[in-house]
């Protein structure tokens, strides 16, 4: 890549790295820095390199990350103009202690180890502004939260045949201005008379800029895909990936994110899937998105954004239907769901939500599965557990059918316990009703699911509320509810009143929950600190009263549903989602 030539205002401009300096001092400093050009995706330097120079950041933009106790590559910072980055190496002879990596194509000014020693001599005063740099950067450092990921660059590249990339984009700009102003602007090529610097001020001039690509491969396609913080596949379901795009299957930055968007039909009742060959995308998110359909193209802006709503649901039996109505309530008072995930009996009510059927439509196969024809009464011999299982896993087939997880209209993801690993599992592709049937696993009442990972049960075991599931996928803020907080065991339930005759005979306290009832409440308790830790992770959590529910009290489900859409409106009118900015 050719480099790109500063103008001398440019180079002005970016001086105010250094503007407490004299004028002369600040001459001095720029005939000692030197132009580097980073082409997205390059390394400046890796942790543990030789210390050598420091660089400002003239355009673009920088990730600092660092090894992580397990060999993982941790995120720790983002840079953007205009910033520095390495003075430490200008005063010491220690390693980096960190990797820095072009996010897009960059611009830095270097200045090396020698030129900066040659500087001090001539103007001492550099050393005390340099003094002074770290002083702060140190300060920032310390009070620095948790990197979040909010793209302003977007790309649009077409990875199948049959994609009207132009339209899509045109659409998608018009909906985001919509939701975040004027100040979003779209390039599909740049004048052939201006240079790289060209496209730096297009992209410092304006808030978010969506570059598009009209074919999956080429030199715009490249530079489009290498200046975004943000890339959307384009694909239509059916169609396979074209070979000019095989070369995006490994061109894939992990501080850039990658999303695959499948345009469906205007009428389709159920996303069609995707052809087997783009599985070999490495994607964070397999979105879908209905031909002129507003909601789902806010949706995708907002899910693309960093300003989705991501609604996680915890366990705990009969409890769990308040659920439905806490959704009831969140879409009375307009509060978009882009995003669910959940365990146990949270993770059917999260699918019947990513499904989109009708609020009534799944009251009314909740009532069926669970109230007037209960599944989990098929008792056995007790070798594996107390009900064989089959009933649950006919009834899960029924209504949710061959659904695979990766083909739901919003993206879902729901937990199981691995006994193999001694881990939390979670399911986000495959056979729907399968992750359902090992989400709802409690072990000792409910036959375990086999998988070739592991043996898997219910995940309450491990995550009740994986709200910090949810929240690693930075897409937004996340809401938790949670129906198992509250304590259990207060009264006698329905099933604790029968055969006193049989409890007295065998020595057994009256009021002691039957076996059942036991099991439930067990694979619902996650340990204290897993919980504080999910919950931390959510922006609010929303925790119906329900202690006077039994777990297993199924004929309450009207008033359940009642209890949770009373709840979550109340918490809605006290202000308590006004945090929740969706714009």
Not at 26 to 43: H, I, T
Not at 423 to 438: D, E, F, K, N, P
Not at 488 to 514: C, I, V
Request: charged content about 20%; aromatic content about 6%; overall charge negative.
């Amino acid at each position: 890549m050719s480099a790109p030539i500063l103008t001398e205002d440019l180079l002005e401009l970016k001086a105010s790295f250094w503007a407490g300096l004299d004028p002369v001092t600040r001459l001095e400093l720029q005939a000692e820095l030197q132009q580097v050009v980073l082409p997205g995706g390059a390394v400046l330097f890796q942790e543990g390199d030789p210390a050598d120079a420091l660089y400002m950041l003239v355009s673009g933009a920088l990730g600092v990350s660092i090894q992580g106790s397990h060999g993982e590559q941790r995120r720790v910072a983002r840079i953007f103009p205009p910033e520095t980055i390495g003075e430490m190496a200008l005063i010491t002879n220690a390693p980096r202690s960190a990797s820095v990596t072009a996010l897009r194509d960059s611009v830095l000014l270097k200045l090396t180890r020698e030129s900066f020693e040659r500087l001090v001599e001539r103007c001492p005063s550099v050393m005390v502004y340099l003094s002074r740099l770290l002083a702060d950067r140190l300060r920032a450092t310390t009070r620095s939260s948790p990197i979040t990921f909010k793209p302003t660059t977007y790309a649009i590249v077409p990875i199948t045949q049959g994609v009207a990339v132009a339209d899509f984009a045109h659409a998608f700009q018009e909906e985001m201005r919509r939701s975040h102003g004027a100040g979003v602007d779209l390039l599909d090529a740049m004048p052939s008379e201006e240079d790289e610097n060209w496209l730096y001020r297009f992209e410092a001039s304006r808030e978010r800029v969506i570059y598009v690509a009209s074919e999956p491969s080429g030199s715009w396609t490249g530079r489009c895909i290498r200046h975004a913080d943000h890339v959307m596949f384009l694909a239509c379901p059916g169609e396979p990936l074209v070979p000019e795009a095989e070369a995006l299957t490994c061109a894939v930055s992990s501080w850039r994110r990658h999303d695959l968007v499948l345009l469906q039909t205007a009428d389709a009742p159920r996303p069609m899937p995707a052809h087997p060959s783009l599985a070999r995308l490495p994607v964070d998110q397999r979105l879908h998105v209905r031909a002129k359909s507003p909601a789902d193209m806010q949706r995708l802006i907002r899910t693309s954004s960093g300003h989705a709503v991501g609604l996680v649901l915890a366990g705990g039996g009969a409890r769990g239907f308040a659920h439905l109505g806490a959704i009831r309530a969140l879409g009375e008072y307009g509060f978009p769901i882009d995003l669910v995930g959940g365990t146990s009996i949270g993770a059917v009510m999260a699918a019947t939500a990513a499904i989109q059927i009708g609020l009534d439509e799944a009251k009314d196969l909740m009532r069926e599965a669970f109230v007037r024809n209960p599944p989990l009464n098929d008792y056995t011999l007790p070798l594996v557990a107390l009900v064989r299982g089959r009933k649950v896993d006919a009834r899960l087939f029924e209504h949710f059918g061959d659904r695979k997880i990766e083909d739901l209209w919003l993206p879902f993801f729901c937990v199981s316990s691995n006994l193999t690993t001694g881990t939390a599992h979670v399911h986000r592709q495959g056979s729907l009703w399968r992750a359902l049937r090992a989400s709802l696993a409690i072990p000792g009442l409910l036959p375990p699911v086999i998988e070739p990972e592991g043996v898997l049960v219910d995940g309450a075991m491990m995550n009740n509320l994986p709200a910090d599931i949810m929240s690693d996928l930075q897409r937004g803020p996340v809401l938790g509810i949670d129906v198992a907080r509250d304590v259990a065991f207060t009264t006698a339930g329905e099933e604790e009143k029968k055969a006193p005759f049989l409890r007295r005979l065998l020595g057994l306290p009256s009021q002691a929950p039957d076996i059942v009832s036991l099991l439930y409440r067990a694979a619902t308790i996650s340990s204290d600190a897993q919980t504080l830790k999910a919950r931390a992770h959510a922006a609010l959590v929303i925790h119906p009263p329900l202690a006077d529910v039994p777990l297993r009290g199924w004929e309450h489900f009207e008033r359940v549903v009642e209890i949770g859409y009373q709840h979550t409106r109340d918490s809605i009118e006290a202000g308590a989602l006004d945090g929740f900015n969706v714009a």
